[in-house]
């Protein structure tokens, strides 16, 4: 009994001997570069954020040893070690990592002759960057807006964009993905407002919003008088021809200068005041269309005047086939004489506030005029 009692303390002392031995599997020796986190999220190019690498043996031991931090891609984020970072004992290493592009790239933390780590960065974008064709977007004017940013892109099928403090929608003429041409509607400042921005290296759909942008010169400036009024005449089209124009409404309500309003029809106004001159008879037809099905929210009204003023009332010259309550609104085919004549664009009724944006009415309406 002694004797097997005996040998059975000589094999467990023997075990626990090995599995104590600090040189036994590797125990000790550098291995690999392992940091404690995987992946890291940065909000926006500029933006910041840490990990920490250490070195360890087989059983993950931290040891002492050099580690150095390196950038899969320097165009989306750079990284270098921090210099504050003094940890006792000094097992570890601190990466700080920047943005400076809109995509996903990895960071790799290494040591000479060891495996590396290595965690994925992704940048998420903040603000939309764009490029615009005319810096400062004149209402009423067509421009285009692309993507400052080839990882971001318009979603052809949900892309939708507002303008300035009062977001009113921009009317798109044509969509691709890296590219709008847009009808600007009337603002003043702050930015752009996009839904459907496709975030392609992530698969995610946006809604953001740009840097602050300043409107231009309203494109009719002066068309809410009828002087100066603002001059059609150079955008009449040649005979057998069109063209389509995208009016800005007037920044200011000038009811009182508008005919029906004038005439006491119940109009609430404004309107637009155009003016154009033959040099010989013509026949016009002046059409306006504007976003969404409701004809009466708002009502606008379109027709033509010889000679009107603010004190002198329209003589509707055209027949007021335009002033209805229809949509499209159209003056139909009428034969003008030579002479200056007064094309006049009137919100009968504006909207009701629910419908339309920015101060009650639509600004990213059509105005197509057609000659025989």
């Not at 005996?6 to 020796?29: F, N, R």
């Not at 040649?238 to 309003?261: F, I």
Request: glycine letters at 8%.
């Amino acid at each position: 009994m002694k004797a097997r009692i005996s040998v059975l303390i000589g094999v467990m002392v023997a075990l626990a001997s090995c599995h104590s031995d600090p040189t036994a599997s590797g125990s000790g020796t550098p291995s690999a570069v392992i940091a404690n986190f995987s992946s890291l999220s940065l909000n926006g190019i500029g933006a910041t954020g840490s990990f920490i690498a250490e070195i360890v043996d087989d059983r993950l031991t931290p040891l002492t040893g050099a580690i150095s931090f390196s950038s899969c891609d320097p165009t989306t984020a750079t990284v270098a070690a921090d210099p504050t970072y003094v940890p006792v004992p000094n097992t570890s290493a601190k990466a700080i990592v920047t943005s400076t592009g809109l995509n996903k790239s990895c960071i790799i933390a290494s040591a000479s002759g060891l495996k590396p780590d290595t965690v994925s960065v992704i940048v998420a974008p903040t603000v939309f960057p764009v490029v615009l064709s005319a810096a400062n977007p004149q209402p009423g004017n067509v421009i285009t807006i692309k993507s400052g940013a080839p990882t971001l892109q318009f979603d052809t099928a949900t892309v939708s964009v507002t303008f300035g403090t009062e977001k009113e929608s921009a009317l798109i003429l044509s969509k691709a993905a890296d590219s709008l041409v847009v009808a600007v509607p009337a603002f003043t400042a702050d930015s752009m407002r996009f839904t459907g921005i496709v975030v392609t290296y992530s698969g995610s759909t946006l809604a953001l919003a740009t840097v602050p942008v300043t409107a231009g010169t309203n494109a009719y400036a002066g068309s809410d008088a009828y002087v100066p009024g603002f001059d059609l005449t150079p955008q009449l089209p040649a005979s057998g021809s069109s063209v389509v124009l995208y009016p800005a409404q007037p920044l200011a309500n000038n009811a009182p200068a508008c005919p029906e309003v004038y005439l006491g029809f119940g109009s609430s106004g404004p309107c637009l005041i155009f003016k154009f001159t033959l040099a010989a008879p013509a026949t016009l037809d002046f059409t306006a269309d504007w976003p969404g099905a409701n004809a009466s929210n708002p009502d606008i009204d379109i027709y033509s005047c010889s000679g009107a003023t603010a004190s002198t009332a329209c003589d509707f010259e055209d027949g007021g086939a335009g002033a209805t309550g229809l949509k499209p609104q159209s003056t139909g085919n009428h034969t003008y004489p030579a002479g200056t004549h007064y094309f006049i664009i009137e919100y009968y009724a504006a909207c009701d506030g629910s419908a339309c944006p920015g101060n009650g009415n639509v600004s990213n309406y059509t105005l197509t005029i057609s000659r025989q």
